[in-house]
């Protein structure tokens, strides 16, 4: 059995929330036998694994508070996510979280600064123990060809 984890904010957030049931639904899909899990990035399991990689678990606010910013969601408006709709068809059928492609375009800064930042930024996609992809919802395609790579071995 493949260990894939998520590591998020409890409550998870839309984008973690999100890349869990794709990743949930692209295991059944390509018949992966896997544990698909969801753990707080404050989580003793989430502290080790972003340390082995020299980094600390964080959110785009542990991000922005770091670079001296504030993140203002109020700035994220429906316009915003108009903007994006094209970007967010793919992710439709699993959406039901609030997530837009939007809302992870108005967090990619963050993302781009944090690892400079000593922050391995939520969402954090863990397969088998190894760092995948942090800080945003990956393109479909990718998590795919991931799940795929790790059903192959």
Same mark, same amino acid.
């Given at each position: 059995?493949?260990?894939?984890?998520?590591?998020?904010?409890?409550?998870?957030?839309?984008?973690?929330?999100?890349?869990?049931?794709?990743?949930? !639904?692209?295991?059944?899909? !390509?018949?992966?036998?896997?544990?698909? %899990?969801?753990?707080?990035?404050?989580?003793?399991?989430?502290?080790?694994?972003?340390?082995?990689?020299?980094?600390?678990?964080?959110?785009?606010?542990?991000?922005?508070?770091?670079?001296?910013?504030?993140?203002?969601?109020?700035?994220?408006?429906?316009?915003?996510?108009?903007?994006?709709?094209?970007?967010?068809?793919?992710? !439709?059928?699993?959406?039901?979280?609030?997530?837009?492609?939007?809302?992870?375009?108005?967090? %990619?800064?963050?993302?781009?600064?944090? !690892?400079?930042?000593?922050?391995?930024?939520?969402?954090?996609?863990?397969?088998?123990?190894?760092? $995948?992809?942090?800080?945003?919802?990956?393109? $479909?395609?990718?998590?795919?060809?991931?799940?795929?790579?790790?059903?192959?071995?």
């Amino acid at each position: 059995m493949h260990d894939i984890c998520i590591i998020g904010t409890n409550p998870p957030c839309p984008r973690c929330s999100l890349l869990k049931k794709i990743v949930e !639904e692209l295991a059944a899909d !390509e018949n992966l036998v896997a544990d698909v %899990r969801h753990i707080t990035y404050t989580a003793p399991e989430a502290v080790h694994f972003a340390q082995s990689y020299g980094l600390i678990p964080g959110t785009a606010k542990d991000v922005a508070k770091v670079l001296g910013q504030r993140i203002d969601l109020s700035e994220f408006n429906k316009q915003n996510a108009q903007d994006y709709a094209n970007e967010s068809k793919p992710y !439709e059928s699993y959406n039901n979280f609030g997530w837009s492609y939007g809302l992870d375009e108005f967090l %990619r800064p963050y993302e781009d600064a944090a !690892e400079k930042s000593g922050i391995l930024m939520t969402p954090i996609l863990m397969i088998n123990g190894k760092l $995948i992809h942090a800080g945003s919802v990956p393109a $479909i395609e990718n998590i795919k060809k991931w799940l795929i790579m790790v059903h192959k071995q």
